[in-house]
Structure formats: C-alpha cells, structure tokens
C-alpha cells in the first residue's frame, strides 16, 4: 500500500458535538482548507470570525422539512463520491458545479443519549440521523480520495498528517478511519433498531445488531494466546463498564468478567435493607453475606471459602468505608467494586498500589429488563436478561413441615444467590451468609457434596467443632430430578430446601423431604446459568 497522499482542498463539517470544533476549523483554515458547513455548526465557525460556506449555498437548496433535508444533494455526495482520477467522473463533475469535498466531519445526531434521557416517542425519532450515515458511508467507500471523521478524537490525527504532508492525508490514515466511521454507522443503527424492537415488544426481529464503543483494549483475552477489548454498550447499566477506576493495575478480561459477576450478584442486595459482601472467583461467588455493617458482612463472606476468596473479586453494595477496607487488605485481593468510597477508605486501598478499586455510583437493577448475548458457532444466542427477584416470588410450602421464620429468611437469602452462581448449583446458607457452595458440576449430587465439602474445609479453617452446614437450609437452581441430591443435603445438615420445583419426581422428593422432617418450598422460577 502507498502513501497515495490525498491534499485537502475542501472540507465540509457538520457536528451535534462541537467539541473541539473551533480549534479544528482554524487549523484546517490555516491550511488554506475551504469550509462548508450546515446550520448549527456553520454559525459556530462563523461566530469566530472564519470563512464559512453554508452548504445551501453549495446545493442551490435552502435546508428544509426542520433541517431534514439539507445535505441528501448531488453536490454533496457527487463531491464525496467522485474518484478524483477517473475521467467520466470528472466530466460529471465539471458539467454539473459539483466540486470535490475532501474531508468530511460529521458527528451524528445524540439518538443514544437522548434515549437515556427519557425522551418521547417523537423525540427519539426527531434525533435518528438520516444526512449523516449517508454521508459518513459515501464519504468511507471514497476513502482512496477522501477522509472522514466521525469524532474529536481524531482531529489530531488528521491534523498531525496535514502537517507533515503538506496539506495531505496517507490512504493508511483514511482507510482506517473508513473502517471506524462504517464501525460507527452501524452502532448507531443498532442502537436504533434494538429501541425500535422495545418499544414495539419484538423478542425476536428477523435481523438482531449489537454494538458498542471500545473502552480499552486488553493486553490478552482468558489466555495469553487470546487477543480481547472491552466495549460499551448502549445499555448504560451501572457496573464495570462504567465505573471509575481510582486506583490499581489496568483490568485484564478475567478481571472484566468476574466484576461483572460480582456486581450483578450485589445488586440483589437492597442497600436500604442490609450490608452485603459478595467474593467472586473464577466468575463464581465463593461468599456471599449480608451483616449489620460492610466489615461484618465482608467477614462472614470471606469465612465460607477463605482459600478460594485469595486473588478474588468483592463487590460491597454500600460505600466502601475504613475498617472494610483495612481487613480487605489483609489478603491479596484483585478488585473491590462498589458504589461508592470515603476518602479514608481510598486512602487506605491507595497503599496496596496494585489492588483495583472500581467506584460504579449506584447498584444495577435486579429487576431491569435487557438483555445478553454470548456466539456460538456461526451464530449467537440472544435471550432476555434474568430479572427474577426472590422479594417478587411467591413461596409455596410442599411439605407436612413449613419453614420457621429463620429458614424462610435464609431460603430467600440461598436462592438470590443461586441466581448468580453457575449451573448445577447447590448452595447452603445459614444466618444470612453463604456456609457452602457448589457450582457448574454435571451432576446436581456432585455440587451438594462438593458445597458440603467446602463447608467441613471451612469448618477445620475456623475451628469449628462441626461445619455450619449443620442446620443450614439449601437452595437449588433448578428442580432435584431425583431425591438423591437432596438427600446428599440433609445428610450435610440441611434442615430445609428451596428449589424450583417442576420435575416429574417432584412427589418422590417430596416424600423424602417429608420422611427425613425436612421442610421444602417451591419458587416456580427457575435460575440456571450456564
């Protein structure tokens, strides 16, 4: 690929953002770079003193229909899309006035904001952008010939080329932004055609668009061999993605991933009703508490699995404050994410150099709509996001015995976390914080024995003279298919379950539960995540 430097005679601007607008028109008018421009953005340029052409005065047309129509001209596109060394191209050109526009800045209409906003129906119509995709894409498939900018942040570059070219742009430059501007186009319409889908309530539309805006690319993805970036969605829900990082090493994918795991876990936690802690490793929790305070539930939390909690993710939903983060920092912790942080706690946190804290600004929603994606071979797999709430769920009693008030309140606590943890999943509560947990093993059997494993672990850990899966209760993701699995729980210590319910033995479960004394609700909800 050469150089094929492009000069710039000729440039037409037209930005809903404006930053850094005015320092850019005077170093492309020192240039010697004729302006053209469109409404809003014409009057700014104008205002400073610089020569302006108002694109009216290019079309022959005046702006239109509320500024609709404007820029949908021959004269405009003609000038983007003409290949300046092809000879029926310039004789269109020269019989019709259309001179050549070699660089195009255009920042589209704020659809995506003005839907976080709130806005009417109307009003998110009125901000859809129909001159600036076509121009952005015209000017992009032109790009041997032309250069487009879709955001400030590429000003620089524009100008640093200008500098030393000459007043020109290498292909290398407008090829990638070519590759950026069609990236931003189709963001952009899939911003818009997901919001179409919800406002209309189509689950599932003949073509589905994701797109996003690139955070930071990563160093490597899951394994060093793997390359990965992080990227913002339109979904502009609390957590990782935008949270503040004050302090630490750059986050890595697994990092990303199992902060992620953990804040969507804490956000089941109403902070209004309790302190809570949840530890993650490997995207699983291996704690999870609430106390009356945050050190008190960081420290039920980390005893459940102190061996795995080493190198782990905690998400706190309250302010993080001093004495949390001084016994944090006891153990070699990864991240801490949470709403918010005093300053002491920060001060604090700032003397483990390494260790990242995330400050998210509120908790995500448990009961939010959304939704998640993940590929597959040739495809991907779109589905709603989980949005059952224990506090929504209707408890049925199925058992001779009904639970006491104490086990009905750990059984609510159990299955808000099972929520959170990978299929099969087994997990064994008691006074509020996770004494046991089994994750993502083939067999539902496996996960109790394994949950009730880390429990005596825990228990040899914490001196204790029996593991607190004694009189704990039990909550499973999804129904027992058989009675096995629940009897490996109550030999554990279990005194009552909360499942889904569902399964064709439920009436053999049932009567196991019944014969061992065991008090069982169904939730009707199932929670698998796989």
């Given at each position: 690929m050469t150089d094929h430097p492009r000069r710039v005679t000729r440039a037409l601007l037209s930005v809903s953002d404006k930053t850094g607008l005015i320092e850019f028109a005077k170093a492309l008018a020192a240039h010697d770079v004729e302006l053209v421009s469109t409404g809003g953005?014409?009057?700014?340029?104008?205002?400073?003193?610089?020569?302006?052409?108002?694109?009216?005065?290019?079309?022959g047309f005046p702006e239109m229909m509320d500024g609709r129509v404007k820029t949908l001209h021959p004269k405009v596109h003609g000038?983007?899309?003409?290949?300046?060394?092809?000879?029926?191209?310039?004789?269109?050109?020269?019989?019709?006035?259309?001179?050549?526009?070699?660089?195009?800045?255009?920042?589209?209409?704020?659809?995506?904001?003005?839907?976080?906003?709130?806005?009417?129906?109307?009003?998110?119509?009125e901000n859809i952008d129909i001159g600036g995709p076509a121009m952005i894409r015209a000017a992009a498939k032109?790009?041997?010939?032309?250069?487009?900018?879709?955001?400030?942040?590429?000003?620089?570059?524009?100008?640093?080329?200008l500098a030393a070219n000459n007043g020109a742009t290498t292909l290398k430059l407008r090829r990638r932004l070519a590759a950026k501007a069609y990236a931003r186009t189709g963001a952009y319409d899939a911003a818009i055609s997901n919001w179409f889908n919800r406002q209309l309530e189509?689950?599932?539309?003949?073509?589905?668009?994701?797109?996003?805006?690139?955070?930071?690319?990563?160093?490597?993805?899951?394994?060093?061999?793997?390359?990965?970036?992080?990227?913002?969605?339109?979904?502009?829900?609390?957590?990782?993605s935008t949270a503040r990082q004050l302090q630490g090493k750059e986050l890595s994918y697994n990092n990303i991933n199992d902060t992620d795991a953990a804040y969507e876990c804490i956000g089941e936690f109403d902070a209004k009703r309790t302190a809570a802690c949840v530890i993650v490793k490997h995207a699983n929790p291996c704690g999870v508490a609430e106390g009356s305070n945050l050190v008190e539930a960081y420290r039920r939390a980390l005893a459940c699995d102190s061996t795995s909690a080493?190198?782990?993710?905690?998400?706190?939903?309250?302010?993080?404050?001093?004495?949390?983060?001084?016994?944090?920092?006891?153990?070699?912790?990864?991240?801490?994410?949470?709403?918010?942080?005093?300053?002491?706690?920060?001060?604090?946190?700032g003397g483990k150099k390494n260790l990242r804290l995330l400050l998210a600004g509120s908790l995500p929603d448990p009961r939010?709509?959304?939704?998640?994606?993940?590929?597959?071979?040739?495809?991907?797999?779109?589905?709603?996001?989980?949005?059952?709430?224990?506090?929504?769920?209707?408890?049925?009693?199925?058992?001779?015995?009904?639970?006491?008030?104490?086990?009905?309140?750990?059984?609510k606590f159990a299955f808000r976390v099972a929520k959170h943890v990978k299929s099969n999943t087994?997990?064994?509560?008691?006074?509020?914080?996770?004494?046991?947990?089994?994750?993502?093993?083939?067999?539902?059997v496996d996960s109790a024995r394994i949950a009730a494993r880390k429990a005596q672990d825990a228990a040899a850990e914490l001196k204790l003279a029996a593991p607190l899966t004694k009189g704990s209760v039990v909550a499973s993701d999804a129904f027992f298919p058989f009675a096995d699995g629940m009897l490996a729980?109550?030999?554990?210590?279990?005194?009552?379950?909360?499942?889904?319910?569902?399964?064709?033995?439920?009436?053999?479960?049932?009567?196991?539960?019944?014969?061992?004394?065991?008090?069982?609700?169904?939730?009707?909800?199932?929670?698998?995540?796989?």
């Open positions: 953005t014409a009057k700014a340029i104008a205002a400073v003193g610089l020569k302006v052409k108002d694109v009216s005065d290019l079309t000038g983007l899309l003409a290949i300046r060394d092809n000879k029926e191209h310039a004789e269109a050109m020269k019989a019709h006035g259309i001179a050549p526009i070699d660089l195009l800045v255009v920042n589209l209409y704020p659809f995506e904001a003005t839907v976080d906003k709130g806005a009417s129906f109307e009003d998110c119509i032109n790009h041997d010939d032309v250069a487009v900018v879709v955001e400030a942040n590429d000003y620089k570059a524009v100008l640093d080329e189509i689950d599932a539309p003949d073509f589905r668009a994701f797109g996003g805006r690139l955070i930071q690319s990563l160093r490597y993805g899951e394994n060093p061999h793997q390359t990965a970036a992080f990227y913002a969605t339109p979904d502009k829900r609390p957590g990782v080493f190198g782990g993710i905690i998400a706190m939903n309250r302010p993080l404050d001093a004495d949390t983060a001084r016994e944090i920092t006891k153990i070699f912790t990864e991240v801490i994410i949470a709403p918010d942080a005093t300053e002491e706690a920060i001060a604090i946190i939010a709509p959304g939704l998640t994606a993940k590929t597959v071979a040739g495809g991907l797999l779109v589905q709603s996001r989980d949005n059952a709430v224990v506090d929504d769920m209707t408890f049925k009693i199925v058992t001779k015995r009904a639970p006491t008030d104490a086990e009905m309140r750990d059984l087994i997990i064994y509560a008691k006074d509020l914080a996770t004494v046991g947990i089994g994750a993502g093993q083939m067999s539902r729980c109550i030999e554990a210590g279990a005194t009552a379950v909360v499942q889904p319910g569902g399964s064709m033995r439920d009436d053999e479960v049932i009567k196991a539960a019944d014969e061992h004394g065991i008090a069982m609700v169904f939730t009707g909800t199932r929670h698998f995540r796989h």
